[in-house]
Structures are given as C-alpha cells and as structure tokens.
C-alpha cells in the first residue's frame, strides 16, 4: 500500500504503479504531489525489480487538469511561489527514469497533465480526454517542458498553434497529431496498459532500457553521433550475452 497523501504508489509482478490522487481537485499538480512524485521515481529509478512503470490517475473527471495555482502562482509574495514550483525537478526525474513509462490518459490533461505525459514513453489516451496548455491565457508560459516537448512530438506548427491560442484538442485530434499512441474506449485503458506492460516485460530488461537511451539520448544530437551510440548501446548489450 502506499504511504503518500496525494499520489498511490504500488508495485505487482514487476510493475510499478503511479496513481495522482487528487480526484476532488481534478489531481491538480500541488507542492505536496511535486514531493511526492519527486520521491517515487527516484525510488523506482533505482529499484531493479521494476520493469515498466505505468503513471495514471483516480476519479472520473481528470488525469490532471494543471498546476495548482493557488499554490503556485497566487500564494504570497508571488516570486516565492513561482520558485516553489521548481525546487524539485520532478520533469528531469521523469525522464532519468530508465524503465520504461506507459501514461494512462483519460479526462482533461491540461498544463502540467500534458507535460507530465509528455515525459512518458507511451500516452494511451481514452476516448474522451482533452489536452490543452492554457498558461498563455494565465500571462505565463508552460514551465515544466510543455514548450520543448510538445514541439518535438507532435512538430512546431501544431505545437505553436496550441500554445499561442490556447486551444484544447479531443483524443481524435491527439491521435492525429501523434501526441498520443492509442485512443481507446475509457474502461479499456489500464488493461491495455498492462497488456503492453507484459509485453515489454516479456523482452529482455537491457534491451528495453538500451532502446529508450539510443531515443531519449539521440533526439539532442547530430545523426552521426546518435548512430555511434546506437553503436556503443548495441556493443554493451554484445558484451552481456557473450
């Protein structure tokens, strides 16, 4: 069971579980959600018996709906509570993690949602979830790599569109637009979560982790300098079946 306020930490056969726990406040991303996904992804960043890890959320209305701004924006003197937001760099965990990350979406994924799932491996999106990033219209820009991420996974003309008019998209759209893998009906979604789980699990550990790296790592460089990491990844992965 887990022992956190606002998210749900579990682990069954090889796969660790993130629920945001937050239903009443659409799981709005608060400081205690920040500490708290800070904590878990370091512990299962370094946990070997995890395999996959699959991020999700409670309640019928939203995978997250943003930031918290009471929190972070309105609380007094302003600059404090901006700073607060980055204390921890819940962002740069998400992507450290070297396990695999499947995003389970359903309901609104706005703002911080979709940059939390933008640090996923994997978005299976429901039927009926929404993105959008509405801090343009707040007199702030996205501030947990909404700007970055976006743009590389669904390309800067759709991206720019969404971040300067505010514009939510459906699942349909997300689907089109590459932002999300999978849209399926919303009682459908965890199963094929873990369906893909089980898949991924059923391959070799170092083989999955040497893939996402070659990826991750290999977007930020020259194609020359990603293929000689390809080619490092693939002589280390020789070297543990010799």
Sequence with gaps: MSAFEVIIYEKQDGVAYITLNRPKALNAYNVRMRDELYEVLGAIKDDPGIDVVILKASGEKAFCAGADLTEFLTAPPPVFARQARFARDVWGRFLSVEQPVIAALHGYVLGSGIEMSLCCDIRLASDD??????????????????????????????????????????????LKLKLVNRVLPRPAILPEAEKLAKKIQSYSPSAVRAVKQAVWRGLDLPLAEGLALEKRLAEQLSGVYK
């Excluded at 801090?135 to 669904?154: D, F, M």
């Design 129 to 174: 979830a929404r993105f959008g990033l509405p801090e343009p219209g707040l007199g702030i820009i996205p501030a947990a790599g909404g700007s970055q991420t976006l743009p590389r996974t669904v390309g800067i003309a759709p991206a720019l569109e969404i971040l300067l008019s505010g514009r939510w998209i459906d699942a349909e759209e997300a």
